[in-house]
Structures are given as structure tokens and as C-alpha cells.
């Protein structure tokens, strides 16, 4: 799959209790990514199947970095930031379901659980998430 995110972002300025005043400019974003999944669907028994993945994406920020100004008194002072760039995610993990009883063709239980990781010249992280649902 491949796409592309375009997002503009305002935040209000603030005081802060010495008196100084922090700024920002409008922020727009304008994300792209192409990447995609792997995965295959194993049946456990006649209600439990469970379906491991591997994700592969890149992504680019082809906006501008963000600005904004502080004041200090009379004292302004600009600041400004870059963007994340280009960076890549790889994510592996197994989401599960099992179905309401023998016979059933809808699944009381779902979940699953993922680790990602983000890296690239200014990105470097990782997320470990899961989640279960109950259906009825």
C-alpha cells in the first residue's frame, strides 16, 4: 500500500507565569509511506485461528520543519525544528480469534498483540501493544 497524509496544525500561543509569551507558527505535515503485510491464517482447533503478521512500511516528511517565537521580556527569540524525515517501521506479531462454540460463525473473542520499531537518522523508537475484545 502506499499514501500520502497532508495535515495542518495550529496551536495557541501562552504565557507562561515569568511573563514570557511562547509562540508557534501553523504547522502543515505532508506524510508519505509505501510499505505492506504478510500474513497467514493457521486454524488451532475447530473455534481458534490464529493469524501472525510482518509489516514492512517507509515513510517520508516532505513538509517543512515548525517555528515560533518566544518572548522574554521585550526580549524575542525564534526557534525552529526539522522534521522526522525518512524513516522506516517493522512489525511483527499474531492477532487471534475464537468463535462462540461449536457452529458458530462469528467469533466471541478477539485480540491479538504486535511489537513495532521506528528507526531512521532522527527516529529511533519501538511500541509493544495488545488488546483483547469480548463480543457478545
Do not use: C, H
Request: proline share 2%.
Amino acid at each position: 500500500s502506499a499514501g500520502v497524509t497532508v495535515s495542518r496544525t495550529s496551536v495557541d500561543s501562552f504565557d507562561v507565569n515569568n511573563g514570557s509569551e511562547i509562540r508557534f507558527d501553523d504547522l502543515v505535515s505532508v506524510m508519505g509511506f509505501a510499505g505492506g503485510n504478510i500474513q497467514k491464517t493457521f486454524q488451532v482447533n475447530d473455534t481458534t485461528y490464529l493469524l501472525p503478521f510482518l509489516s514492512l512500511n517507509v515513510y517520508n516528511e516532505f513538509g517543512d520543519g515548525g517555528s515560533g517565537l518566544l518572548s522574554v521580556g521585550n526580549v524575542p527569540v525564534s526557534f525552529e525544528t526539522d522534521t522526522v524525515g525518512t524513516f522506516g517501521q517493522i512489525g511483527a506479531g499474531v492477532n487471534f480469534f475464537v468463535l462462540g462454540g461449536e457452529g458458530a460463525t462469528e467469533p466471541n473473542v478477539v485480540g491479538g498483540a504486535r511489537f513495532d520499531t521506528q528507526f531512521g537518522e532522527s527516529l529511533q523508537g519501538w511500541a509493544l501493544t495488545g488488546n483483547v475484545r469480548l463480543q457478545f
